[in-house]
């Protein structure tokens, strides 16, 4: 359950460049939250010809949730460090996934707003690839450890 949560705060805020960053040693890990949404605001730039209007509203979004994401993981790593650390309970999880698909459906409003009819297309469509492709992977990392 946790790795398929964290898989999927991964997804929201690496849509537009997980494809190709997660083959490359580091990926976005090592980059601040700025570098995170300057760089993910440019492939969408490239995927779906944003204005320039288009892509200082996109910018800001990405950037709020790559600030989310970083605060997350400072606190997921000093959480593992704490030898005392337990499990969530089953409610804290449930909570966990709900927060997360609540904010699913806000960054899926605000880009509904921020683009047109043919580029919130494109974007769906790109996110449905991604998501694909990503437990395509995910299964078959699970079955290289069973081998």
Do not use: C
Not at 5 to 23: G, P, S
Not at 48 to 62: H, N, P
């Amino acid at each position: 359950m946790k790795q398929i949560l964290m898989v999927a705060i991964a997804f929201l805020t690496l849509n537009a460049t997980a494809q190709d960053m997660k083959h490359r040693k580091g990926g976005l890990k090592d980059l601040s939250a700025e570098e995170v949404a300057t760089l993910q605001t440019k492939k969408m730039t490239l995927e779906l010809d944003l204005t320039e209007a288009q892509q200082a509203k996109v910018k800001a979004l990405v950037l709020k949730e790559a600030q989310a994401m970083e605060s997350k993981r400072a606190a997921r790593k000093a959480k593992k460090e704490d030898k005392d650390a337990k499990r969530p309970t089953k409610e804290e999880r449930f909570n966990m996934a709900n927060e997360h698909l609540d904010k699913q459906i806000e960054m899926k409003k605000q880009m509904k707003t921020i683009l047109n009819d043919e580029q919130y297309k494109k974007w769906e469509a790109s996110r449905s690839n991604k998501k694909k492709s990503e437990l395509k992977e995910a299964k078959g990392k699970r079955f290289q450890k069973r081998s």
